[in-house]
Structures are given as structure tokens and as C-alpha cells.
């Protein structure tokens, strides 16, 4: 059978954070841009708590005023709680220069506002088209797609950008997944009618919250402009396993083990039936290959406890842009040391204080009363998203200057 074939210039699969942006982007330089995404917007998702150095991203794609004008929670910071250890952090006052202040975003309204975005500005994009197969053999990459009508049909384009999310379209299709090196965990988690009392909580800041007993236990707690909250737990999946009931009454449990959460949530109302995903943490053997290359969570996600999946996925999209336009200017440009290489320096500074947190070494560090606020404002870059900044020592040489923080602060 002969399939009805299509022709674009960048073809993106995915309408998330990444691909919607990416296409921003492109279509900022004048690009033709098709998107497939294979579901409905807007659809729910979590990863809500954005990182300042993200609006950067989303105004190089010309989505800012779309963003600041659609009702979000403000967000300038985080804080974090752990029995009476109490610490935050301002994410206004960092080493890094940019923006210091973001918002903390339901993602189903958030992802297909930007979405709109990018048809707004001249992208097509195709809700409920599946990428089946692909072939990158040839001149220019070819996917196969199946539309919401069950029609098959082929796009060539010259250059793909994979924006799948943890749907992961080319790394299973091209056989480049490969397995994390964090422990296998999971999230349990739900949406709030919070009915916090005023005065009590700070709205404005994320608030990460450390088991009383175990260090790689804990909790987040986003609030929304609504009233409502994003609440979860992240653990061990054998350490969630000895909490029986349903997900709704096992995250009820864990939450209600930390003797703040019970006085901030007693009247909070648990509308909406909590879920749960597993195995999350992700990696592949290589980020860029032949006419395509892997944004966001498709290439590599490392774990939600500092918020950075949407900022790398941003990043993704704009080291990627940057290399086709470059090549569209007639450039050769090496993928492998152009793209792929800067972003994973800043997922590997995001990777170093994730390991480090889940150690317990890295909460010493937030909690340590003596610190300096120099040091102070440097972990705090890195915090709101400024992980490829090379100014910041705790960049340019992660691991040892963290390693010399935790003998300090132990």
C-alpha cells in the first residue's frame, strides 16, 4: 500500500513545553514548523512548579505575554521543611543575572496555552497524530503516522525534533533507550482544594518538605492562584509498597506523617483521586543522531525534586534551534559537541544535587544555619534553573564544590 506522503522543514513530535516552544522559536526565524501530538490538550500532567530561568526561554518564543497574562501563581522561591528546620530561599537574590521570579502552573491549561501559542504563530499543529515508525537512513528523516481517524500517512522533513515527553517516541523506536542510574522511584500525587488559613503558608514559594524519618522521603506542596494545590510524595517504590489502600488513601497517609503538613492541610478537601507513576528516571545512548535530535523529557529526565524537568526541556529547545538555524546559514555543525554536550553540562550540575539530596548531604547544606550568603546565593542559582551559567563555580566544578559544602555542613 502506498501511503499518502507530506513534506515539512522541522517536524517536531510532541506539543509539550518543549515541542510548543521550539516551534516559537522557529517560527521566530521564519521556519515551517508541523507538530503531531498524539493526544487531546489540554490534558493533565504535573512538573507545575516552573524555575525563573525558564521565562527567559519562553520570551525568546515570543509566548511571554500570553504566559504573564493568563492568571498563574507567582512564584519567587522555595521552601524547605523538615520537623522544625525550617529554610528559603529567594530566588531573586542569586549570583546568576536574568529572571529571579516564574509562576507555578496547572500544566493542562499551561501546556496547550503555549500550544496555541505556536499555531498563533504560524506552526500547524495536529492534535491526536501518532508516530508509529521512522526512518533515518535516508537523506531527510521519514515518520509514519497514524491520525485520530486511523489514516495512515508519511511527513519527510529535514530535521526532527523529538518533544515526547515520557512518551519517548525515537529513543524506543531508534533503540536508544538505556537505563537510569537512580534507584527506581515513584510519585504519588493529586490536585487540593487546599482551604489553607491565610497568614500560614507563603503561596509564592514551593514548599519541599523532608520526611521525619527518612531523608529520601518527601513531599511537595504547589499552590495554584485558585485555592487549590498539587500535592505529592516521592520515595522508593519498595518504601511506598508497605502503604495499602488506594493511591488517594496511601498519599494521605505519608503526607499526614509530617506533623506540619497536618496542621497546614486539616482542612483541605481531597477532591480529586490521586495517581501514581513509577520508573520515571530516564536516559538514552545519545541525544542527536542523524537529521534528529531529543528535547526534554524524551532524551533524559532525572527526578522532580528541583523542579528542572520544563527548564531543560526549554533549554533543549533552544540549543537545538540555535543549531539548525545555524546550519540553515550554511554552517556545519557538530551535534554531538554543539548540543548535546552543553546540556548535559547543566543536567549533570542538576544530576549532582539531586544524587547529594537524596543522600541527605544536600539537605545539610539548605538547613545550615552558619552559611555564607554568597555560597548561599550560587546554590540558589542553580536552584531556579541557572545550571549552565559558567560564571557560578558550583557550574563550572559541581561535584567538588559540593563535596567540600556537605564536610562543612555536616
Request: charge should be negative; include cysteine.
Given at each position: ?24 522559536m ?7 514548523v ?15 512548579s ?14 511571554l ?34 529572571w ?26 495536529r ?12 537523506e ?12 495512515l ?8 525534533l ?13 533503540g ?11 510519585a ?5 482544594k487546599?482551604?489553607?488559613d491565610?497568614?500560614?503558608f ?12 527518612h ?11 485558585d ?18 489502600g ?6 494521605r ?63 533543549s ?7 539548525l ?27 549532582a ?35 549552565w ?14 563535596a ?7
Amino acid at each position: 500500500m502506498t501511503l499518502r506522503a507530506e513534506h515539512s522543514d522541522v517536524l517536531i513530535i510532541g506539543a509539550g513545553p518543549a515541542g510548543s516552544v521550539a516551534a516559537g522559536m522557529l517560527r521566530q526565524k521564519g521556519r515551517k514548523v508541523l507538530v503531531l501530538e498524539r493526544d487531546t490538550f489540554p490534558r493533565f500532567s504535573i512538573g507545575e512548579s516552573l524555575l525563573p530561568q525558564s521565562m527567559e526561554f519562553i520570551e525568546q518564543a515570543g509566548m511571554l505575554r500570553a504566559v504573564v497574562e493568563a492568571g498563574f501563581q507567582y512564584k519567587n522561591g522555595a521552601t524547605f521543611v523538615r520537623d522544625t528546620l525550617f529554610s528559603e530561599l529567594d530566588f531573586r537574590e542569586k549570583h546568576s543575572a536574568g529572571w529571579g521570579t516564574t509562576y507555578q502552573v496547572q500544566r493542562a491549561r499551561f501546556d496547550h496555552l503555549l500550544a496555541l501559542e505556536a499555531e498563533r504563530m504560524g506552526a500547524e499543529v495536529r492534535f491526536r497524530h501518532e508516530v508509529i515508525a521512522v526512518d533515518t537512513s535516508g537523506e531527510r528523516p521519514v515518520v509514519e503516522v497514524r491520525s485520530s481517524e486511523g489514516d495512515l500517512y508519511t511527513v519527510d522533513a529535514s530535521f526532527l525534533l523529538d518533544a515526547s515527553g515520557f512518551g519517548r517516541i525515537l529513543p524506543k523506536l531508534l533503540g536508544l533507550e538505556r537505563p537510569s542510574t537512580f534507584p527506581v522511584r515513584a510519585a504519588i500525587f493529586a490536585h487540593i482544594k487546599d482551604h489553607i488559613d491565610p497568614g500560614t503558608f507563603d503561596r509564592n514559594k514551593i514548599r519541599i518538605t523532608v520526611h521525619p524519618e527518612h531523608v529520601d522521603v518527601w513531599y511537595w506542596l504547589i499552590p495554584f492562584s485558585d485555592g487549590h494545590c498539587s500535592i505529592g510524595v516521592v520515595a522508593e517504590q519498595k518504601f511506598l509498597a508497605q502503604f495499602e489502600g488506594t493511591d488517594t488513601e496511601r498519599l494521605r497517609k505519608l503526607v499526614f506523617e509530617d506533623p506540619s503538613a497536618n496542621t497546614l492541610l486539616r482542612n483541605a478537601e481531597w477532591t480529586m483521586p490521586a495517581r501514581q507513576i513509577t520508573g520515571y528516571a530516564t536516559n538514552v545512548s545519545a541525544l542527536a543522531g542523524k537529521g534528529f535530535a531529543l528535547l526534554g523529557n524524551a532524551g533524559e529526565f532525572l527526578d522532580p525534586v528541583f523542579s528542572s524537568g520544563v527548564t531543560i526541556a526549554f533549554k533543549s529547545a533552544s540549543l537545538a534551534v540555535d543549531c539548525l538555524e545555524r546550519e540553515a546559514a550554511g554552517e556545519t555543525v557538530d551535534w554531538n559537541t554543539e548540543y548535546s554536550q552543553p546540556l548535559k553540562k547543566g543536567v549533570d550540575t542538576f544530576r549532582a544535587f539531586v544524587e547529594s539530596w537524596y543522600a541527605g548531604a544536600f539537605q545539610k547544606i539548605i538547613f545550615y544555619a552558619q552559611g555564607k550568603p554568597e555560597v548561599r546565593r550560587k546554590i540558589c542559582s542553580i536552584l531556579a534553573g541557572y545550571a549552565w551559567d559558567e560564571t557560578n563555580p558550583y557550574v563550572r566544578d559541581t561535584k567538588r564544590r559540593l563535596a567540600a559544602l556537605e564536610e562543612i555542613c555536616a
